[in-house]
């Protein structure tokens, strides 16, 4: 398995209050993104990297924003987590190939 | 705008039938790629198909391309329960490290 772990896996937090996730790898690779996964919609990408600091929006990027300081780590900050937010969050990193391997996902509930 | 379209979203079928889901796309690409997620679990990468005419088989499952016809196809021979997941499709686009994925086929297999 890629080695690509998330915290927390699993996190229940109040409507208004902030929350970071955190990807974490070990393949040092270069591109890493950040999708969630809602019944009914499939994968949809929030936002993604392309390098140390280099980081672009994604379709349903509203309401979240993204940072990446270092190539192992990329951080997902929900600034107001709403109900509308509650879902399963998905990192994922590719290399050259592009080909996208996938960390064991984090489930957030706002209630 | 590139768009995936995979059918059927859902197949329920019997043990030692043979199967094939179907994965379109609407503008030219040049990788395609098959991923698998059981329930409660993350994806795993399953194929990628590189060029025209590729082909890939994997125990049961082989996966083809035709770039001409903008089509995937996943042939499941003889299914087994242990095949019951959701099957995606992705597709690169035109920078290559973005995926467009497919909203998923869940395929049940009854014993």
């Known amino acids: 398995d890629a080695g690509i772990t998330q915290s927390p896996r699993h996190k229940v937090t109040e409507t208004g209050t902030p929350v970071t996730l955190r990807c974490h790898q070990t393949?040092?690779?270069?591109?890493m993104y950040w999708y969630r996964q809602d019944p009914g919609h499939g994968l949809r990408l929030i936002h993604y990297s392309y390098g140390v600091k280099d980081t672009d929006k994604g379709e349903v990027s509203d309401g979240y924003s993204v940072s990446r300081s270092k190539t192992e780590d990329f951080l997902l900050t929900l600034e107001s987590a709403t109900s509308s937010q509650t879902s399963v969050y998905f990192c994922a990193i590719s290399g050259s190939d592009y080909e996208q391997y996938f960390g064991p996902g984090t489930r957030l509930t706002v209630t | 705008e590139l768009k995936v379209e995979q059918n059927p979203l859902f197949l329920s079928m019997q043990e030692g039938k043979n199967y094939t889901i179907y994965c379109n796309y609407s503008?030219?690409?040049?990788?395609l790629y098959w991923y698998r997620q059981d329930p409660g679990k993350s994806l795993e990468s399953l194929f990628v198909?590189?060029?025209n005419g590729a082909v890939k088989q994997e125990g049961r499952l082989m996966a083809s391309l035709d770039t001409k016809a903008r089509l995937s196809t996943l042939h499941i021979t003889a299914a087994v329960h242990d095949l019951s997941a959701t099957y995606f499709c992705a597709v690169d686009k035109a920078r290559g490290y973005q995926l467009i994925w497919g909203a998923g086929t869940k395929l049940i297999i009854k014993p």
């Open positions: 198909l590189l060029s």
């Open positions: 393949e040092n690779h270069r591109y």
């Open positions: 503008t030219t690409s040049d990788r």
